[in-house]
């Protein structure tokens, strides 16, 4: 069974937070665990196709399909990753330069933050992409799809 706290691992892997490093007592804890949790929300979404359901037992803070598996985990890490530098981007603190007549430092600063978020987005993509042409780690049976052998042993 995949608990929340796995996918948050794999997320965090991925990125380097200084906010989330600062975690003093369980109070902070708790704010980091909901503010991971908004991020995974917005990122299911995402995902457009998977295996398994992403439903999420809300009490054991789990993931309600034993069938999930660290292919999920890692799909659903990188659109996290995705939506943090989608916020990132989006925040005030970086917006805000480009409305000062005085300071465009920023501006390249944004563009490189944008065309990062765009290489993550194509990162997420592609693994979506080599997630949907395997299935248990084989791949996709193409060959039934032209009409090949139907009683081909393989079970895909």
């Known amino acids: 069974m995949i608990t929340l706290m796995t996918v948050y691992d794999a997320f965090l892997c991925k990125v ?5 490093a600062k975690c003093y007592n369980e109070e902070d804890l708790e704010w980091f665990i909901k503010d991971w949790r908004s ?11 998977p295996h398994c359901s992403l439903d999420i037992d809300e009490e054991r803070q789990c993931f309600v399909d ?9 799909v ?24 000062d007549e005085a300071d465009f430092s920023q501006a390249n600063l944004l563009k490189t ?28 049976g193409y060959r039934r799809l032209a009409g090949g052998n139907k009683n081909d042993r393989r079970r895909y």
């Not at 991020?39 to 196709?49: A, V």
């Not at 997420?124 to 248990?136: G, I, L």
């Open 16 to 20: 380097n937070e200084d906010d989330w």
């Open 39 to 49: 991020i995974l929300n917005s990122s299911i979404p995402y995902f457009k196709f």
């Open 66 to 74: 034993e069938k999930m598996t660290s292919e999920e985990v890692e």
């Open 76 to 99: 659903l890490a990188t659109y996290m990753k995705q939506e943090w530098l989608k916020r990132t981007i989006d925040s005030w603190e970086n917006v805000k330069t480009q409305y």
């Open 113 to 140: 933050f944008i065309a990062l978020r765009q290489e993550v987005k194509e990162e997420a993509k592609e693994k979506e992409s080599m997630y949907y042409r395997s299935v248990k780690k084989k791949p996709f």
